[in-house]
């Protein structure tokens, strides 16, 4: 069987995979039967080669190949015309997929397919060399004809995120309440690998009892503080690109622009508390961390921005804040009000020396 994985989750890939090489039976036999290649090193003859040799005392053999296609993509991408050769490579390919034995259970792993191009469209290869004109089929027609499956590893989005870690738990016998599903979510995001390691480790350390939201307090870094930490270092260094590439990777959760904004604040408030108890003359990080109720973590970040804020600029962008939080509550397209805040943040002040 010949399967194609594309934009597929590393987690999901992974397991996926190794649930393929446990069906071929004894794990010392199936590391004897397992090959794997990289596009950037193969090509269609040796894809085809390995794929049609026997396997060794086991009924199949599995072969994996990361990055062809992304690789035939690039190719394609920069060919001037359909007579060059990676238009002959891809052929030899397309073509042999069809006479690929039982025997080899062949994995194609890639981020995409351009679905405009030959490589999944199909093409025609000209006359050449005394071979007529013919046509080669592409992904798509393999698909439908049932040549190769598309395997579909998405990770799950924000909403169907807490689905899918109650189902892993359910799997594994382990007790979580919903609080504290959707605090695991909201902490890590839709990392599936780190989410199934925190799962892993709430379970040792609740011993058989349910998880509880706590426990994911107690346990777990908050993924996305720590975003918004690189977020307000950025603004604080005024890095207009390094903010909104740390708005992106906070964006890449699925948060709603107004959560972030929340976040976004709240750094900002511990700023101006943090601050306030600096001046006093207290600067252990962890006697300030229990006066303001805040764990130590946070309170060391935030002690190495204050010198970059004087009260007034933390008075002003807090302002700033609630003009912003009033106008997506009233109408304003909420993720450009986020977008013109952190530009504007970045762009309307210089690194300045605490007063």
């Known amino acids: 069987m010949i399967y194609l994985l594309l934009g597929a989750d590393e987690y999901l890939t992974a397991e996926w995979l190794a649930t393929q090489k446990a069906m071929l039976g004894d794990p010392e036999l199936a590391g004897l039967n397992t090959v794997e290649l990289s596009g950037g090193q193969t090509n269609a003859a040796q894809v085809l080669g390995e794929a049609a040799m026997m396997p060794f005392l086991c009924e199949r053999r599995l072969l994996i190949v990361y990055g062809l296609l992304d690789a035939y993509e690039k190719r394609m991408a920069a060919s001037k015309s359909d007579t060059a050769a990676i238009y002959m490579e891809m052929a030899q390919l397309l073509d042999g997929l069809r006479s690929v034995p039982e025997t080899c259970v062949l994995v194609f792993v890639d981020n995409s397919v351009d679905k405009r191009r030959g490589l999944w469209k199909g093409y025609v290869l000209p006359a050449a060399d005394g ?97 918004v930490w690189n977020l307000t270092d950025a603004l604080s260094q005024r890095q207009g690109a390094k903010a909104m590439h740390a708005l992106r990777e906070l964006r890449r959760n699925d948060q709603s622009p107004i959560y972030l904004l929340s976040m976004i604040a709240r750094q900002y408030r511990m700023l101006v508390e943090i601050k306030s108890v600096l001046a006093t003359g207290q600067n252990n990080p962890d006697a300030i961390a229990k006066q303001l109720g805040y764990s130590a973590y946070p309170v060391k970040k935030a002690m190495q921005l204050v010198p970059q804020f004087t009260f007034e600029e933390l008075e002003d962008i807090l302002e700033r804040l609630l003009e912003v939080d009033m106008a997506m509550k009233t109408g304003a397209d909420q993720d450009t009000e986020l977008d013109l805040l952190i530009a504007d943040l970045a762009a309307r002040r210089q690194p300045v020396r605490s007063r």
């Open 131 to 227: 071979h007529a004109e013919r046509r080669i089929d592409g992904l798509e027609a393999l698909i439908k004809a049932g040549v190769v499956q598309q395997e579909i590893l998405t990770a799950p989005d924000a909403r169907t995120l807490p689905t899918w870690l109650q189902a892993r738990a359910r799997a594994r016998n382990i007790a979580i309440d919903g609080a504290a599903v959707a605090m695991l979510c909201n902490f890590v995001g839709a990392n599936l690998r780190q989410l199934d390691n925190e799962l892993e480790k709430l379970a040792l350390y609740t011993d058989g009892r349910p998880i509880t939201a706590q426990d994911v307090r107690i346990m777990v870094a908050d993924v996305s503080e720590e975003l």
